[in-house]
Structures are given as structure tokens and as C-alpha cells.
């Protein structure tokens, strides 16, 4: 299995307080992607990073925030919660962009 | 407006059959398509690639074909098992502009093999 580590794997939070997703990836690869997966609408692409601090919007970015400040790290910041939020988090790594996807475990994230 | 679509959302059969999953799109221009498998409480996991200039990809009980006129990709699991039983997600991508690459997902099937 790829080197990667999503933290934390669960996590319950209340509406409007700040959460934090970690990613973390021991393959040096060079892009990693966050997604999320909602019955109904598959695996939607949120933020992506192309290379440290190089990051950018995907489909779905609204509410969120993304900082990659090492290779190995990708946090996921969602600054106030709000109940639509609720989803699994998926993290992903490639070395090229065309290159298959490894994924995380994900994080299950329910918003109260 | 752009669409991929998986052919259903499940799909019943037995086991020793060959299961057959499609995947279209509308509006997009893949170089490349991806198929993952994903179970339950699991992440997604690659299975295989085909490129645009690809008629078709196998990898053991795993074929898959790519028609760019038709905008079509069919997944087979040949001598379908139990243990295959699983979602199965299409994934486009190569979509040029300023994608980066980044894939788009269809829905998914979920594949149930009966013993």
C-alpha cells in the first residue's frame, strides 16, 4: 500500500467550529488531492497541490481552505462547518498527472 | 453540459458469469480513463488504465475497452467471484485546459456476485 495517512479518521463537530484534515504522504510524490464522497455524487474533487505551496481550486471549494507547506503534508481546513460539510474525506497522491490515484482511508466527518 | 454516467448503480449476478460495467460521457475529451475498486469503508484502488489511442486493456479476469466515438468505456470481470463484489468507479481524465489532469468520477456501481 502507498504511504499515505489520513488523520483523523473520524471525527463529530459542531456547526461553525473550525476543523482541520490531515494528510499525510511518506512517497514523495508530488500532487495530492482532496476529495469528498456523498451518496449521489461520487468522489468530487475539492483542492488539489501540484507542489509545495502550489495548490488551487477544484469542483467543489467553497468553505474550504487547503495549505501544503511540505512535500509529505496536505491539511484540509474547513473555517466554520456547516452541516452540508458532513461527508467522507478522501485524501490522494500521484507523481505525474497522469498517473493512477493512490488513496487514503479516508475521514468520516460529521457536522452537529 | 458535461456528464459521466455509470451504467446503474447496482448490478446482481452470479457467480462464474462475466460482469459488464459501463461507463459514458457526454461533453468531455479524455486522453485517458481509469478504473478503482472501492470497499466498503475503504479507499478507491486503481485497477487498471486505458488511453484514448487504446481499443482495449486486460490485466488477468480484468478487460477493459474504450470507444471514443461512442464515448463509451466497458469494464468486464470475467468468471465473476464473490470477492469481487465491490463499487466500481470510472474516472476520466487528460481533459486538458487547465485540469491539471485531475480526474472526474462517475458514481460508481456496486457489483454484488452471488455464490
Known amino acids: 500500500d502507498a504511504g499515505i495517512t489520513q488523520s483523523p479518521r473520524h471525527k463529530v463537530t459542531e456547526t461553525g467550529t473550525p476543523v482541520t484534515l490531515r494528510c499525510h504522504q511518506t512517497?514523495?510524490?508530488?500532487?495530492m488531492y482532496w476529495y469528498r464522497q456523498d451518496p449521489g455524487h461520487g468522489l468530487r474533487l475539492i483542492h488539489y497541490?501540484?507542489?509545495?505551496?502550489?495548490?488551487d481550486k477544484g469542483e467543489v471549494s467553497d468553505g474550504y481552505s487547503v495549505s501544503r507547506s511540505k512535500t509529505e503534508d496536505f491539511l484540509l481546513t474547513l473555517e466554520s462547518a456547516t452541516s452540508s460539510q458532513t461527508s467522507v474525506y478522501f485524501c490522494?497522491?500521484?507523481?505525474?498527472?497522469?498517473?493512477?490515484?493512490?488513496f487514503g482511508s479516508g475521514t468520516q466527518l460529521s457536522v452537529l | 453540459s458535461q456528464k459521466i454516467e455509470q451504467n446503474s448503480e447496482a448490478l446482481n449476478i452470479q457467480e462464474g458469469k462475466t460482469a459488464t460495467l459501463t461507463c459514458n460521457y457526454t461533453n468531455y475529451s479524455p486522453a485517458y480513463l481509469q478504473w478503482y475498486r472501492q470497499d466498503p469503508g475503504r479507499g478507491p484502488v486503481f485497477l487498471l488504465l486505458i488511453r484514448e489511442n487504446e481499443k482495449e486493456k486486460r490485466k488477468e479476469r480484468l478487460k477493459v475497452t474504450f470507444d471514443t466515438t461512442l464515448k463509451q468505456s466497458l469494464f468486464h470481470i470475467t468468471a465473476s467471484q464473490p470477492a469481487d463484489s465491490a463499487t466500481y468507479l470510472c474516472a476520466l481524465g487528460g481533459l486538458g485546459g487547465g485540469s491539471q489532469g485531475n480526474l472526474i468520477f462517475g458514481k460508481g456501481t456496486k457489483l454484488s456476485v452471488k455464490p
Open positions: 497541490s501540484y507542489g509545495v505551496k502550489d495548490t
Open positions: 512517497e514523495n510524490h508530488r500532487y
Open positions: 490522494a497522491i500521484r507523481d505525474s498527472p497522469f498517473e493512477k490515484l493512490f
